[in-house]
Nanobody
Framework: QVQLVESGGGLVQAGGSLRLSCAAS????????MGWYRQAPGKQRELVAV???????NYGDSAKGRFTISRDNAKNTVYLQINSLRPEDTANYYC???????????WGQGTQVTVSS
């Protein structure tokens, strides 16, 4: 059973920064991809950023420029750095991983980010 545990969310003023963490219960190299998604109230869950085993990165359209995904292989952890936060970044941020055969995916419980204006 794969467990993903997110942390780092909170209440922050517009213009501030946050770094979210997603710690996996097994080596991140057992996954084909790991990434971040977010869901705001009343909206669909959307891609923020994903990173593949070979280090390729893709960002969602709303995340280009202010978001940076990275990983620490030794800690089995993926990070999401968010700068210049805006009120519209307010959402629950979820970590997702996909196994190496792309046959199963796993979600964390989410971490809430709230940006005040």
């Amino acid at each position: 059973q794969v467990q993903l545990v997110e942390s780092g969310g909170g209440l922050v003023q517009a213009g501030g920064s946050l770094r979210l963490s997603c710690a996996a219960s097994r080596s991140i190299f057992s996954f084909s991809t790991m990434g971040w998604y977010r869901q705001a109230p009343g909206k669909q869950r959307e891609l923020v950023a994903v990173i593949t085993t070979d280090g390729s990165i893709n960002y969602g359209d709303s995340a280009k420029g202010r978001f940076t995904i990275s990983r620490d292989n030794a800690k089995n952890t993926v990070y999401l750095q968010i700068n210049s936060l805006r009120p519209e970044d307010t959402a629950n941020y979820y970590c997702k991983s996909v196994n190496r055969w792309n046959t199963a995916s796993y979600w964390g419980q989410g971490t809430q980010v709230t940006v005040s204006s």
